[in-house]
């Protein structure tokens, strides 16, 4: 675990983007490569309880997590306007989160986003640009 300022944003960094069909979110847990890449960008992790279970949150959670961003990681290596604008309309429903208002929710395309090798190593620049633009907690 990497030492992260306690005042850092939040983040929930979800693994693919949920639909209606499917509306349950894979998140990244705290003690797993991704997580360790968000700490290292300077992000806390929304989901830091500690849970060894599946890496799974009901859609309807995701109100109690209320993160200060949201990236959703998709694997494929380009992103169509017409698929953000989609996710995009989905996040925009749950207008309470922080994230939300706050105008917080990323979309990062790539498969190397998903590796277990090296090529997760390019996470972390993409999550400390959006930590740039994200600023500090409201």
């Known amino acids: 675990t990497v030492n992260v300022d306690p005042d850092a944003p939040t983040l929930l960094l979800v693994l693919g983007q949920p639909t209606e069909s499917t509306p349950t979110l894979w998140f990244s847990r705290e003690a797993s490569l991704h997580g360790t ?11 830091a309880e500690g ?18 961003v ?17 996710y ?20 990062l395309a790539g498969s190397g986003y998903f590796s277990t090798g090296p090529r997760i190593l390019t996470l972390l620049p993409a999550l400390q640009d959006i ?7 409201s």
């Open 37 to 47: 890449v968000l700490e290292a960008a300077g992000f806390r992790n929304a989901m």
């Open 51 to 68: 849970r060894h279970d599946t890496p799974t949150l009901p859609i309807e959670a995701l109100l109690s997590v209320d993160p200060d």
């Open 70 to 86: 949201v990236v959703v990681l998709i694997a494929e290596d380009e992103l169509s306007t017409e698929a953000q604008a989609e």
């Open 88 to 107: 995009q309309a989905f996040w925009s429903r749950f207008t309470t989160l922080k994230a939300v208002q706050n105008e917080r929710v990323y979309f």
């Open 131 to 137: 930590l740039r633009q994200a600023g500090t907690p």
